[in-house]
């Protein structure tokens, strides 16, 4: 059986005087050699170098800008319009890709035409240097997970950041939730958008490590409670005519799902469904099904 025609994947990377991190992102996705990527590069008119940075690489960029804009999200939305291919997804100029990355994402949506948004359920993080410092794990995404805020802190029981850097998603799903980043929102911009998504598809989780956020000391020290907020805000907004399960949040709160012997049961009881795609047999991917909390 012949493998599916790699899908064209849009990658758009936003930058503004990243110039210290900004070329490794970029050869962490250029270098890949995917045969079907399309790169933009929105730059907001910085001055450190970053335009040489990427005025460099030009032949293998599809389209790219330095000039002032309205931030982050006016940036993507800028590079987004801008993108034709079927997949979508963002890196920000600190952040990095592994080499397996874009094929990766490739081959899963092009064999599985019935996914609509698909994130790693590895998160991961790294030094200022580019060193990996760790892979945590998420044990899946669901809608009501997301609407009872546990991939926030201070949720009953937190299942982890849903990690923009390694989120991937098909135009058809990006055009049916409004197709923009609301640019209203100076960090929060990403979790709007997986609200508006999960009211249209749940995500299908890999275990598969897809990308890495950097952290460093330029990163503003107000940015986690300023990105909460905002993102709290989101949550209250997405879940107002909703009803949670009773029984979930007993579990949850009680901590019984945490005894020993209690956690599957309490899972089939009363835990959230998801979808992982992994490696199956002969190597092929496959998707399953998940019962977790």
Not at 9 to 18: H, K
Not at 108 to 117: G, Q, T, V
Not at 157 to 186: C, M, N, T, Y
Not at 214 to 230: I, M, N, P, V, W
Request: hydrophobic residues 40%; charged residues 20%.
């Amino acid at each position: 059986m012949n493998a599916p025609d790699p899908p064209v994947i849009s990658l758009v990377m936003p930058s503004f005087n990243q110039a210290p991190f900004l070329a490794a992102a970029l050869d962490s996705v250029l270098g890949q050699n995917y045969p079907r990527l399309e790169a933009l590069v929105v730059d907001g008119g910085s001055d450190d170098g970053s335009r040489e940075i990427i005025a460099g690489r030009a032949n293998r960029i599809s389209w790219w800008c330095s000039e002032p804009d309205g931030g982050l999200y006016a940036a993507l939305n800028k590079g987004f319009a801008r993108s034709t291919g079927e997949i979508m997804g963002w890196l920000n100029s600190d952040d990095l890709h592994f080499p397996w990355t874009l094929r990766t994402v490739g081959e899963i949506f092009a064999r599985f035409p019935e996914i609509e948004w698909l994130a790693s359920l590895a998160p991961t993080q790294w030094s200022p240097a580019g060193h990996c410092r760790g892979v945590t794990r998420i044990e899946g995404y669901s809608r009501d997970a997301f609407l009872d805020g546990a991939y926030l802190p201070g949720a009953a029981r937190p299942l982890g950041w849903i990690p923009q850097e390694a989120v991937f998603w098909r135009r058809s799903l990006w055009e049916k939730s409004g197709a923009h980043l609301d640019d209203s929102l100076r960090l929060a911009g990403d979790f709007e958008l997986w609200a508006r998504f999960f009211a249209h598809a749940e995500p299908v989780g890999t275990p598969a490590p897809l990308a890495g956020f950097r952290t460093h000391a330029a990163q503003k020290s107000r940015a986690l409670e300023d990105y909460l907020g905002e993102a709290r805000a989101v949550l209250h907004r997405a879940r107002a005519a909703r009803r949670p399960s009773p029984a979930r949040a007993f579990l949850q709160r009680t901590r019984l799902c945490d005894l020993p012997g209690l956690r599957g049961p309490a899972a089939r009881l009363a835990g959230y469904t998801g979808r992982q795609v992994g490696p199956g047999p002969a190597d092929e991917w496959q998707i399953k099904s998940l019962r977790f909390l």
